[in-house]
């Protein structure tokens, strides 16, 4: 066996899991990330991004975990944490799985290729808890700490270990007043010890040249981390009914098992509870996954009320290059489906509906940091879905929230605050392209189009609705001026 040493420096926080392979050759950008520089001074979001990749799952060794939780006297864990879900009312969001821990550690060098190196690279790393400065809630801790921030009630539905790790999630999301709903019931009680109930680890290796690589146990696995979950307890079905808003994720898979995540679809649908969707990069490898996978990946596409991909992942999904006419595609191709939204990196996003099309530029930002970006979005979609905002008031602040979250570093507890977004809306520097955004709509056979503009002369012009942008900003710092009047959001 190999001997690695792990040279723990200045960490940067990073991101969620991914399915892909932890280990690449440098030049496969699917894979491996660009440099960690900062962008030039003056980009927009999105633009130059600093991460443009995501880490796997990791389980944490029993030998160096510490159990927090009381245990049945067979090394079977208690979960003392679900009673917290029980008595759960009035949820805006609730998301669904992808619950992990970042840890980002600068190594002498990147993992060997071989896969019976990585593994043994991988145990070394497991085997002492790094220092807990290291550590972020990474996975869908995003979305609901962005989503907290604005005033919404959020609560995380998944599965964490008795553990350190799972300690410091639930630390963190308590911080943040977000509440855990554990997934697992008596019967799914399992093993401590065993690696498949642990809390999920994200461990992002940086070589001297700022390289990157990723380590987990997923890429060792056939089956989803948690594949021993079969059922909806009586709690995660009282949490979807309760919420306005169940948020899933491509990333999800990585953890549940198809056939469990359309359980908790199909249970939203009948409830009355918006389902919304976010594919991410998963979505290519469900689509050419097996066959549950892709099963699933059609139900959530056909029966969710809001999609939100990138204009690469619309593409992939189908066929088609335009993100407007792919928006319109797979609303046409969906049973349930209100909302389709492209995020378009620094030029901005749109947000197409069977008989409207929304386009808003994005905010001028110096970006530092990327990772986090887009979970901030859907937590700014998911505020305008249930406050009813005009739906490119909805994009502006969406656009704003994942603008403000790349001006820091790091997600996590690193994504934007309240007053760095009202701060960015109130400057109002957007990223006009108007032969972009003109040659983006020309021609199209659709309803009104609303676009969002710095400065408005005669407000509508054809059938494009111009709508200023200092109008915007003004409704929407009043709704959150509103909302922490009514003590939804902390001060």
């Known amino acids: 066996m190999h001997n690695h040493t792990v040279t723990l420096k200045s960490p940067l926080p990073y991101h969620a ?32 991004p600093v991460f443009i990749c995501k880490g796997i799952q990791l389980s944490v060794p029993c030998h160096g975990s510490a159990s927090l939780g009381p245990s049945n006297g067979n090394g079977a864990a208690v979960h003392d944490w679900k009673v917290r879900s029980v008595g759960i009312e009035n949820i805006d969001v609730a998301t669904l799985g992808n619950l992990c821990v970042d840890i980002v550690l600068n190594v002498p060098k990147l993992p060997p290729r071989s896969r019976e190196a990585r593994f043994a690279y991988m145990q070394e790393l497991s085997k002492f808890p790094p220092d807990k400065k290291y550590w972020e809630a990474g996975g869908n801790c995003n979305m609901a700490i962005a989503a907290a921030r ?33 997934m697992s019931e008596d019967g799914d009680i399992v093993d401590s010890s065993s690696a498949s109930y642990e809390t999920l680890l994200c461990w992002v290796l940086v070589d001297p040249l700022q390289r990157h690589g990723f380590c987990s146990r997923a890429d060792f696995c056939k089956e989803p981390a948690f594949s021993w979950m079969s059922r909806l307890s009586g709690e995660v079905k009282m ?39 976010d594919p991410g990069p998963r979505g290519k490898s469900l689509l050419t996954g097996t066959p549950e996978e892709r099963q699933a990946l059609i ?5 969710s009320d809001v999609l939100l991909l990138t204009s690469d992942e619309a593409e992939s999904l189908t066929g088609i290059g335009n ?41 001028k930002v110096n970006v530092i940091d990327t990772v986090g970006c887009g979970d ?41 605050t309240l007053e760095k977004v009202i701060e960015l809306m109130r400057a109002s520097n957007i990223n006009e392209e108007d032969e972009f955004w003109n040659e983006l709509v020309k021609d199209l056979d659709t309803g009104e189009i609303t676009f969002l503009s710095k400065m408005v002369l005669n407000g509508r012009n054809n059938q494009v609705n111009h709508v200023a942008l200092q109008k915007v900003v003004s409704e929407l710092l009043l709704k959150l001026k509103d909302n922490r009047l009514e003590g939804k959001v902390a001060s």
């Open 17 to 48: 899991p991914s399915s892909h392979p932890i280990f690449s050759p440098p030049l496969n950008l699917r894979h491996f990330v660009s440099p960690l520089s900062p962008p030039k001074t003056g980009g927009s979001i999105y633009h130059n």
């Open 376 to 416: 901030s979005f859907v937590a700014a979609i998911a505020f305008g879905y249930i406050h009813n905002l005009p739906l490119v008031n909805t994009l502006a602040i969406a656009n704003a929230v994942g603008a403000a979250t790349a001006m820091g570093c790091g997600a996590g507890r690193n994504v934007a």
């Open 150 to 182: 604005l005033g919404l009630h959020c609560a995380t539905i998944g599965h964490v270990g008795d553990e350190i790790y799972g300690q410091f999630l639930l630390d963190v999301l308590s911080e943040e007043r977000i509440d855990m709903v554990g």
């Open 299 to 303: 139900h959530l596409l056909k029966m």
């Open 323 to 363: 993100p407007v006419l792919a928006g319109q595609e797979l609303l046409k191709n969906g049973i349930r489906t209100k909302w389709v939204i492209v995020k378009m990196g620094s030029r901005g996003s749109i947000l197409v509906t069977m008989s409207s099309i929304s386009c808003a530029p994005a905010f």
């Open 239 to 277: 949490a979807i009914k309760q919420s306005k808003i169940l948020f899933c994720n491509g990333y999800g898979f990585d953890e549940l098992s198809p056939a469990l995540i359309m359980l908790a679809l199909d249970y939203a649908v009948e409830v009355g509870t918006s389902v919304f969707f």
